[in-house]
Nanobody
Framework: QVQLAESGGGMVQAGGSLRLSCAASGSTGSVNDMGWFRQAPGKQRELVAKIGSDKTATYADSAKGRFTVSRDNAKNTVSLQMDSLKLEDTAVYYC??????????????WGQGTQVTVSS
Protein backbone atom coordinates (compact mmCIF):
# COMPACT_ATOMS: atom_id res chain seq x y z
CA GLN A 1 0.00 0.00 0.00
CA VAL A 2 1.26 3.44 -0.94
CA GLN A 3 1.19 6.10 1.76
CA LEU A 4 1.22 9.79 0.91
CA ALA A 5 2.60 12.46 3.22
CA GLU A 6 1.86 16.13 2.54
CA SER A 7 3.63 19.21 3.75
CA GLY A 8 3.68 22.93 3.10
CA GLY A 9 0.22 24.17 4.01
CA GLY A 10 -0.35 27.22 6.16
CA MET A 11 -1.70 30.72 6.20
CA VAL A 12 -0.80 33.40 3.70
CA GLN A 13 -2.15 36.79 2.68
CA ALA A 14 -4.00 37.23 -0.58
CA GLY A 15 -1.54 37.61 -3.42
CA GLY A 16 1.06 35.51 -1.68
CA SER A 17 2.49 32.10 -2.49
CA LEU A 18 2.66 28.65 -0.95
CA ARG A 19 4.23 25.41 -2.08
CA LEU A 20 2.70 22.07 -1.21
CA SER A 21 4.67 18.85 -1.41
CA CYS A 22 3.63 15.22 -1.25
CA ALA A 23 5.83 12.15 -1.02
CA ALA A 24 4.80 8.57 -1.68
CA SER A 25 6.24 5.71 0.32
CA GLY A 26 5.61 2.02 0.86
CA SER A 27 4.97 -0.56 -1.79
CA THR A 28 4.80 1.93 -4.58
CA GLY A 29 3.97 -0.34 -7.46
CA SER A 30 3.62 1.80 -10.54
CA VAL A 31 2.53 5.34 -9.76
CA ASN A 32 0.51 6.79 -12.60
CA ASP A 33 -1.29 10.13 -12.27
CA MET A 34 -0.53 12.22 -9.19
CA GLY A 35 -2.12 15.47 -8.25
CA TRP A 36 -4.11 17.62 -5.88
CA PHE A 37 -7.73 18.00 -4.91
CA ARG A 38 -9.12 20.55 -2.50
CA GLN A 39 -12.21 20.85 -0.39
CA ALA A 40 -13.52 24.09 1.02
CA PRO A 41 -16.06 24.15 3.87
CA GLY A 42 -19.51 23.26 2.61
CA LYS A 43 -18.26 22.41 -0.86
CA GLN A 44 -17.44 19.24 -2.73
CA ARG A 45 -13.89 18.07 -3.23
CA GLU A 46 -12.59 19.36 -6.56
CA LEU A 47 -9.59 18.61 -8.71
CA VAL A 48 -7.00 21.38 -8.71
CA ALA A 49 -4.24 19.90 -10.85
CA LYS A 50 -2.90 16.55 -11.93
CA ILE A 51 0.24 15.34 -13.68
CA GLY A 52 0.95 12.10 -15.46
CA SER A 53 4.10 10.05 -15.32
CA ASP A 54 4.98 11.65 -18.66
CA LYS A 55 4.80 15.06 -16.92
CA THR A 56 1.67 16.11 -18.81
CA ALA A 57 -0.21 18.49 -16.51
CA THR A 58 -3.89 19.40 -16.34
CA TYR A 59 -5.37 22.25 -14.32
CA ALA A 60 -8.75 23.36 -13.15
CA ASP A 61 -9.79 26.65 -14.69
CA SER A 62 -9.45 28.28 -11.27
CA ALA A 63 -5.79 27.21 -11.09
CA LYS A 64 -4.64 28.00 -14.61
CA GLY A 65 -1.97 30.68 -14.76
CA ARG A 66 -1.48 30.74 -10.99
CA PHE A 67 -0.64 27.18 -9.92
CA THR A 68 2.07 24.87 -11.21
CA VAL A 69 2.13 21.14 -10.55
CA SER A 70 5.35 19.18 -10.87
CA ARG A 71 6.63 15.73 -9.99
CA ASP A 72 9.81 13.78 -9.50
CA ASN A 73 9.25 10.28 -10.83
CA ALA A 74 12.42 8.92 -9.27
CA LYS A 75 11.33 10.04 -5.80
CA ASN A 76 7.57 9.63 -6.35
CA THR A 77 6.88 13.14 -5.18
CA VAL A 78 4.42 15.73 -6.44
CA SER A 79 4.40 19.43 -5.67
CA LEU A 80 1.99 22.29 -6.17
CA GLN A 81 3.36 25.82 -6.42
CA MET A 82 0.53 28.24 -5.73
CA ASP A 83 1.04 31.90 -6.62
CA SER A 84 -1.28 34.89 -6.58
CA LEU A 85 -3.42 33.18 -3.98
CA LYS A 86 -6.98 34.34 -3.54
CA LEU A 87 -9.38 34.13 -0.62
CA GLU A 88 -11.34 31.47 -2.49
CA ASP A 89 -8.29 29.21 -2.56
CA THR A 90 -8.82 28.57 1.14
CA ALA A 91 -9.41 24.83 1.55
CA VAL A 92 -7.95 21.57 2.70
CA TYR A 93 -5.67 20.29 -0.05
CA TYR A 94 -5.28 16.56 -0.61
CA CYS A 95 -2.68 14.90 -2.76
CA UNK A 96 -3.49 11.65 -4.48
CA UNK A 97 -1.77 9.00 -6.54
CA UNK A 98 -3.20 6.45 -8.92
CA UNK A 99 -1.27 3.24 -8.40
CA UNK A 100 -1.09 0.06 -10.46
CA UNK A 101 0.17 -3.05 -8.72
CA UNK A 102 1.83 -6.01 -10.43
CA UNK A 103 -1.01 -8.04 -11.86
CA UNK A 104 -2.93 -4.93 -12.87
CA UNK A 105 -4.88 -4.08 -9.71
CA UNK A 106 -5.41 -0.33 -9.52
CA UNK A 107 -6.30 1.90 -6.60
CA UNK A 108 -6.08 5.52 -5.49
CA UNK A 109 -4.10 6.54 -2.46
CA TRP A 110 -4.84 9.81 -0.63
CA GLY A 111 -2.87 12.03 1.66
CA GLN A 112 -4.25 13.18 4.99
CA GLY A 113 -4.84 16.73 3.78
CA THR A 114 -3.15 20.02 4.55
CA GLN A 115 -4.93 23.27 5.35
CA VAL A 116 -4.34 26.32 3.18
CA THR A 117 -5.82 29.56 4.48
CA VAL A 118 -5.68 32.77 2.48
CA SER A 119 -6.43 35.94 4.43
CA SER A 120 -7.19 39.47 3.29
Amino acid sequence: QVQLAESGGGMVQAGGSLRLSCAASGSTGSVNDMGWFRQAPGKQRELVAKIGSDKTATYADSAKGRFTVSRDNAKNTVSLQMDSLKLEDTAVYYCYAHVTLPGGFRYTSWGQGTQVTVSS
